[in-house]
Structures are given as C-alpha cells and as structure tokens.
C-alpha cells in the first residue's frame, strides 16, 4: 500500500489556466515537500512544510500543508510550458532529521501551449 | 551554489556483473541517501548513511552494500546484476539537522541521478 497518494496521476491543461495537484494520507507527516522532477534528471526541492495549516508562495505556486498534517496541496496559477514535469510530494514522519523520504505515487502535469 | 554529484551519469552492464555508483553530496552535508526509481515509479529508499555510519535501511537487496566514506562521499555496490536492476538511481544529501535552519529537518537534495541499465 502506497503511503501518500497523488491525485490526478496525470494532467494536461492549456497554457494560462489554473491547477491544483493533491498529496492525501492517513498518516501524520513531520513535514512534507513538494519536488519537480524532469525526464532522466533527479528530483528538484520545491519546498517544504512543516505546520498544520500552513501555506507557503512560490512566485505562481502556492503550496498548502493540511491542519492535521495528513495532506498538501500544490496550486499553479496562470500554468505556463516550463511547468511541464512530474510533480512528487514526499514526507518524513518524525522531525528527528536523517530520515527517508516516503514519496507520493507523482503528478505527470503537461502544459499545452 | 554547489549540488549533489553523482558518477557515472550512465552505466550498461550484463547481467551477473557487478556495479558501483558513486555519490558526492554537497559541502558540509553529512548524510547521504540512496533511492532507487524504476519506470514510471516514485523513488524507493535504499539505505542511507550519517557520519559514516548506516542510518536507515529500506528495500535493498542482500546483493546490494554501500557505505560512507571519512570526506563523506559514498559508493553503491551492486552484484550479480539482474534485470530488474535497470533503474535510476538517485543519491541525495541533507544536512546536520538543526544547522540548515528552521525548516531543514528532512531537506534533501537530489543528484542527477545514474542510469543503470543491465542487459
């Protein structure tokens, strides 16, 4: 059983319109982080929560970590080409450091132009 | 700034043969972490290592050994090679917890990653 959830597996949307990637599960998360990952290349950190609740901005990229620390959420405004990737959410489950990162099944987004 | 490295880029090798995959994390991380990503699969925890010393063991398998070394580098060792060894393998380092800052418990940047494909 996979431990983090993504929801869409894929995604495909026009240049300019608005998405929301979803990372969902039963299991409380220390904190969470949120990776881009290109074909062939390593995955690149985002960002990382680490309060229920909290939200956190990236230019166009809003990332939300849910008040009981079981869920995220990436939100992409104004979607642009370069967003085009695979999106991985990945949490530890306590914040005693030096622990594995259990990822998340991934978001395959395509932006259209 | 300075990114986790790792060599070779890209490896073919026959099966029953061995491998070794080498990781440089960035300055001043001392934990270094092993991931192993099939096709189309999220990454899957292999081992990982702090201050020379394994710290977490995942799904590795006995053919499998790695270890850190005294500069903090480290080396996957693969043998007897079997098809479904093909993969990308993924190094990634984090630093001391509490030095990289507020939020830096769990940070962990990836390499480029090796290709490994076993024919």
């Known amino acids: 059983t996979q431990l983090l959830e993504q929801s869409p597996q894929f995604l495909s949307i026009q240049e300019g319109e608005n998405l929301t990637v979803y990372c969902n599960s039963s299991?409380?998360?220390?904190?969470l982080q949120w990776y881009r990952q290109e074909p062939g290349e390593g995955p690149v950190l985002l960002v990382t929560?680490?309060?229920?609740?909290e939200v956190k901005k990236l230019k166009r990229l809003t990332f939300q970590f849910g008040d009981a620390r079981k869920d995220s959420s990436l939100h992409i405004t104004a979607a642009q080409t370069g967003d085009t990737g695979l999106y991985l959410c990945?949490?530890?489950?306590?914040?005693?450091?030096?622990?594995?990162?259990?990822f998340g099944t991934g978001t395959r987004l395509t932006i259209i132009p | 700034a300075a990114g986790v490295i790792q060599s070779p880029r890209h490896l073919i090798k026959e099966k029953r043969e061995t491998a070794t995959l080498k990781c440089y994390p960035i300055?001043?991380?001392?934990?270094v972490y092993w991931y192993q990503q099939g096709p189309g699969q999220d990454p899957q925890f292999l081992i990982s290592?702090?201050?020379?010393?394994?710290?977490d063991k995942g799904s590795i398998p006995d053919r499998f050994s790695a270890q850190q070394f005294s500069d903090y580098h480290s080396e996957l060792n693969m043998s007897s090679l079997e098809l479904g060894d093909s993969a990308l393998y993924f190094c990634?380092?984090?630093?001391?917890?509490?030095?990289?800052?507020?939020?830096?418990?769990?940070?962990?940047?990836f390499g480029p990653g090796t290709r490994l494909t076993v024919l």
């Open positions: 929560v680490v309060t229920g609740g």
């Open positions: 990945a949490g530890a489950l306590t914040n005693f450091g030096n622990e594995k990162l259990t």
């Open positions: 290592f702090y201050e020379k010393m394994q710290s």
């Open positions: 299991s409380v998360f220390s904190s």
């Open positions: 300055p001043r991380h001392d934990t």
């Open positions: 990634a380092s984090s630093p001391t917890p509490g030095t990289g800052g507020p939020v830096s418990y769990n940070e962990q940047f």
